[in-house]
């Protein structure tokens, strides 16, 4: 590794940047991986390479870190990049159904958190038909745990309306009912 952090002293580029991020990804160097691959991105100049280290480093910040307020701003940059990419939604969907749990202050409000995830599954099969089954599938999973009619009714709520999901997601979705 140190041939290739020297080489890369010398001669910075992004293939060079990335692979160092790799190589310390792999040996459990969290910061340095994200270092190198922040350097990598400067250096890209390919949109869809670019797009993919910006999805690495939304996977490290999601999945080593726990950070998904900065691994959905990763994700973002991604699909800002790749138009044509839905793996970002298909992330950002499963972090917002993992946070079910944390977000929202009643049964309701927790649920109304899937609409949101759902809306991202959604927007990975629009922009990608390739990934439609992994996204149908993650639809399917979670529409069962949509909000009744009666507990949309509850709330004062109507099937279409406009809903803002709270906590860290903090976006508008549409009200829908698991029946």
């Keep these: 590794m140190q041939v290739n952090t020297r080489l890369n002293e010398i001669e910075p580029t992004a293939e060079h940047a990335r692979y ?13 991986a994200i270092q190198y691959f922040k350097q990598a991105i400067k250096l890209q100049e390919d949109k869809e390479k670019k797009a993919e280290y910006y999805l690495q480093l939304a996977h490290i910040a999601y999945e080593d870190l726990d950070d998904m307020p900065t691994s959905r701003t990763y994700a973002l940059n991604a699909a800002g990049l790749d138009t044509d990419n839905g793996r970002p939604y298909i992330l950002i969907g499963r972090m917002y159904a993992e946070s079910v749990s944390q977000c929202g202050g009643d049964d309701f409000e927790k649920k109304a958190v899937l609409w949101a995830a759902v809306d991202k599954f959604l927007k990975a099969k629009r922009v990608d038909p390739r990934l439609g089954e992994e996204a149908h599938g993650y639809i399917k999973s ?24 709270g906590c860290w997601i903090n976006e508008t979705t549409t009200v829908r009912t698991s029946e």
Excluded: C, M, T
């Design 142 to 165: 979670y529409k069962p745990r949509f909000p009744d009619k009666k507990s949309i009714f509850f709330h004062n709520y109507q099937i279409g309306d406009q809903y803002q999901v």
């Design 20 to 32: 160092l991020a790799q190589l310390h990804y792999e040996d459990k160097d969290v910061d340095k």
